[in-house]
């Protein structure tokens, strides 16, 4: 894994993600999943260019099963976006097509 | 910077792939590029039965990764995850730029982009996109381990997948809008004999709603224009696939449905452009005939790429 994404679980989300004090963008990956597995060179890419800005997670969803539930995640991979009040803002991304641009101009919208 | 190959493919589908391995073979300095990993449609396709040289059933996932080790033994270089965000396809050069921050080019160009799932297009669809409705059995299909789940279509994939998501789901309703399933007769039949699957003929939907998450589906009978509002935990939509044309529109013309025109040789009007697999206008679209369209294209491509780099010689 990259340096600038991590990966946690739903015992780290309320620290992670809810109380991070900066924008976090928190991507919901599965096995067996090609949409995920071509998200992730983008999602990293898009992680370094705003490192120490905003903060990059993902969790597995398996593994994971009640926060998607609590979330109402039923995709992967779904990208939420958190600002750094911990509140959900903007579009969730999802599916096959999410293109690095997209990330980017949502990650941009989260610091402005 | 830019970087020049003889020949660069958009799209790491069959057809695509196959073009690949015939180009690197006949060592033409290949590229593809795809915006996901290799495997187009197929990737995410959980069996594959109908592909010769496979008696038994392929997981979709390995039959894409096999495409693309084979065009990789020959020297074909795949970039995956790459975004497109510029391009010039009407020159002699054509150029395309990546992630706004490389050039590649090349004389000739084979696009095989192929076809996206096609939207309902009703209300609810956009809204409820990943919070119950999905597209893709399977990565989504885990999701609902025991739930009550709809599948819309009748197509091959769409009672495939049926077939699929019986692994998880407590049951699978499929809406049809016909009286009878277009798929296969082999996949019909064990569709129809599963206890787990259900069909809804001759109903469309028409909504879906919830308070958060999706929660149900509004459907119509076209015969007797009755409208049902079904509880469901998730929906999967199979209704067939429109073509990716965003890179050759205006460059060529697209016929009624939205497809390419090609000649026989998959060539197009605008000399050393190519198009090949799902996005050509044809009667078929199978995995078999990507892969016949992305040979012939490879194969005229070479010939127009030999002869252009003689011209510059010359």
Redesign the interface.
Known sequence: MSDHVREITEADYEREVVGAGQPVVLDFF?T???????????FE?VAGQFAGKVRFLKVF??GNREL?TRL?????P?LIFFGPDGRERGE?L????I???AIKAQVEALIT | MTTKYDLIIVGAGPAGLAAAIYAARARLRTLVLD???A?GQV??THKVSNYPGFPEDIKG?DL?KAFATQAERFGATIR??I?I?AHDFSGPVKTIEL??EETVEAPAVIVATGA?PRDLGIPGESKY????I???A???G???EGKDIHVIGGGNSAVEESLFLTRFARSVTIIHQFDHFQAEAATTEEALHNPKIEVIWDSEPRAFTGE???QALTIENVKTRKTTDLKTD?VFVFIGYVPRTDLVKGVVALNKWGYVETAEDMSTPVPGLYVAGDIRAKSFRQITTAVADGTIAALAAQKYVKQAVANVAA
């Open positions: 599965s067996e999943c090609p949409p995920c597995e071509a998200l992730a060179p983008k890419a969803r398996q998607a109402g995640v039923t995709g992967s779904t969730r999802g599916g096959e097509e293109k690095r641009t | 915006e996901s990993v495997g990737k995410t996932t894409a995956r995850a975004e965000t992630d706004e996206r996109k990943g919070r119950g999905s597209y893709c399977t990565c989504d885990a999701y609902f958060g998450g999706l998730g």
